[in-house]
């Protein structure tokens, strides 16, 4: 394992770093510093401190852990590995995903989800511990969003305008979310014992990578969401 103090250095010199043959680093000092990890395999990275837009953009199989917060566009076009964030995230995170695990403790900005899109046998999935920002799944495509609203303290788990576009995939929120307001063009229900049998293992490692409870997690009824099968914005997005 290799320490790298990134308290001097610009993003261009912590990702030549990164790029070395080692495969597993800690790294020190973050602040800002963008595209961290972009674009790669086959790394396991700790990073203390705040990362910059775009941490894990494009990311091929490496695992990246934030004990902290990070800023926007997090896991941007990842197409597989994971990424944990300990504390919140900014806005735009998992845009346009198509595999890959994006799991946070705490709290999303804006837009999180947005085009995110299932790609072959590729299921991208995003878990959002506390609450979201608005405009969740914006346009999503494919993949599998749940957000937990742990410590919401009553209020609505996500923003205005959720699923907006929404024409695929999947969106598990927790709670019955009758005071959260969704277009005509998507579906809710109560999830069924199916429902959660799909999300049981990803909410399982999420609770095992926090330190929480799952089955706590789970005795809480869920709302499903889902694009109406005579859903517009399909035929607006997808070829017949």
């Known amino acids: 394992m ?24 800690i790294i020190d000092g973050c602040c800002g510093q963008r595209f961290l990890a972009a674009g790669m395999s086959d790394k396991t990275i700790t990073i203390n401190g705040v990362p910059g837009n775009a941490l894990g953009a494009y990311l091929n199989n490496a695992t990246i ?13 990842m197409n597989e590995g994971k990424i944990l964030i300990h504390g919140n995230i900014g806005d735009a995170a998992g845009y346009a995903m198509r595999g890959g695990k994006i799991y946070v403790r705490g709290n ?6 947005i085009h995110m899109k299932a790609y072959k046998e590729k299921v991208p999935v995003m878990i959002i511990g506390g609450c979201a920002g608005s405009f969740l799944g914006e346009y999503q495509a494919g993949g599998i969003i749940i957000v937990l609203g742990l410590n919401s303290n009553g209020n609505p788990i996500v923003g205005n305008f959720p699923c907006t576009g929404m024409h695929g ?3 598990y929120l927790r709670g019955n979310c009758s005071n959260i307001k969704l277009p005509e063009q ?21 609770c095992s990578d926090f330190g929480l409870d799952a089955e706590d997690i789970l005795s809480t009824p869920f709302t499903v969401i889902t694009p109406d099968s005579r859903n517009p914005y399909k035929q607006m997005y997808v070829a017949n």
């Open 65 to 77: 852990t934030v004990n902290t917060n990070a800023q926007d566009a997090v896991g941007d076009t």
């Open 2 to 25: 290799k320490i790298i103090d990134a308290t001097d250095l610009d993003y261009k010199i912590l990702n030549e770093k990164l790029r070395d043959t080692d495969s597993e680093y």
């Open 169 to 171: 995939g999947k969106m």
């Open 186 to 206: 998507v579906t809710a229900h109560p999830a069924d014992t199916e429902d959660l049998d799909k999300i049981h293992n990803y909410l399982s490692e999420y």
């Open 108 to 113: 999303a900005g804006y837009r999180a989800g």
